[in-house]
């Protein structure tokens, strides 16, 4: 009986678009661990993360130090769900180098979520207070201008999702 290969999940969609609740879903799989970003960054950073400025900056620390990690899990056979935005090629590179290092497969779930959709549900979201953070309409905007749609010359086998 052959072990099915790991899967890197990557999830790419702007702020409040269902990345998370995706995630949620894909990792409820056999043999998949969930790993998400925005915990990580409000328990490292409580004081430090308070502008998009901010996230740009300590992204990368989260990135050096959660690798080694993330590839670990795969080489142990352990599928992952990465909540964290793949929005832009850079973090989709990233993402990729770690399941090619590691032998796993990676796929790209994409959500096409109207940004009025998204908007409405990051108000609502906001309102409820249970996020680690709270984004406005103005980081909303700023946000959205770093997000870059997957290419095809990227080579992600891309699993779209209505938002």
Known sequence: MSVPKPVL????????????????RLAAAPHTILVAQDPWMAALYPDELETVADYVRLVPRLRRA???????????????????PANTVASRAWMREIAE?????SRLHLLATPDEVCRQRLRARNAVGRHEFTVS??????LARYFEPPGAGEGFDIVVHDG
């Open 66 to 84: 959660m690798t080694p990690h993330l590839a670990a899990l795969l080489r142990l056979g352990v599928s992952v769900v990465l909540d964290w």
């Open 9 to 24: 999940h990557l999830v790419c969609g702007k702020v409040a678009a269902g990345k998370s609740t995706l995630c949620a």
């Open 101 to 105: 290092t590691a032998g796993a497969m």
């Open 137 to 142: 309409d103005a980081e909303f905007d700023e």
